[in-house]
């Protein structure tokens, strides 16, 4: 029969606009965030990173937020581009065991 | 500076034959994981070592699957016997050692298997 697989939410935008991936995480115990950046055919890359003991961090045209009252991560890409399109990935350190737990991700399209 | 380096980067097999695949960790890198990806299920972990040690298993599907690290800068995965449901791309992952979180992946390695 015909599998059926992940349907990834998709996040369309105008090259030059902002973004915003919305991740929710699942262990309050978590004490650390990162997310990751996929390109096709490609092994997960480090974007930016944060800790439970702050809400915001700030890269270069990437900022992560954290809302760790209702377990939810953000990430804001300023002026987006089409080198931007990719899947994106969440993951915390589950329980600060050292271990990391992905999210689903979230396809970004970035339209010229 | 090489990155985490696998081989072979893709693998064709008939079910039945086994498999394995390998992951060369950055050099200096203390911990090293194993994932897998598919449209089904994501990323997945299945098993990571600290120090050539593994600590956690727990993700490795069954006992068709087994993982060894025999020396720091060596990890295989194997499959025996493998099945059409094996089929995914498979990443090994490094990073520095304890209190460092950011983990580098490999370039995967897409099995399938027929």
């Known amino acids: 029969g015909e599998s059926v697989g992940l349907h990834l939410p998709t996040l369309s935008v105008q090259e030059g606009d902002n973004s915003i991936i919305n991740c929710a995480y699942s262990n309050s115990a978590s004490d650390y965030f990162i997310w990751y950046k996929q390109e096709s055919g490609k092994g997960p890359q480090f974007i930016i990173d944060i800790r439970s003991n702050m809400d915001k961090r700030q890269g270069q045209r990437v900022t992560v937020l954290l809302n760790k009252t209702v377990k939810h991560l953000s990430l804001q890409i300023a002026a987006t581009q089409p080198g931007d399109s990719a899947v994106y990935f969440c993951?915390?350190?589950?329980?600060?065991?050292?271990?990391?737990?992905f999210g689903q991700g979230t396809t970004l399209q970035v339209k010229p | 500076d090489a990155g985490v380096i696998q081989s072979p980067r893709h693998e064709v097999t008939e079910m039945g034959q086994e498999v394995t695949l390998r992951c060369k960790p950055i050099s200096g890198h203390n911990s090293l994981f194993w994932y897998r990806q598919t449209m089904m299920r994501g990323l997945e972990l299945l098993i990571y070592f600290n120090n050539n040690v593994p600590i956690d298993d727990s993700g490795m599907p069954e006992d068709r699957f087994s993982a060894k690290m025999p020396n720091a800068s060596f990890s295989t995965l194997k499959i025996q016997p493998s099945e059409p449901r094996d089929s995914a791309v498979y990443f090994c992952?490094?990073?520095?050692?304890?209190?460092?979180?950011?983990?580098?992946f490999g370039p995967g390695t897409r099995l399938t298997v027929t």
């Open positions: 993951a915390e350190d589950w329980g600060n065991t050292g271990k990391l737990i």
């Open positions: 992952a490094s990073k520095p050692g304890q209190g460092a979180y950011e983990q580098y």
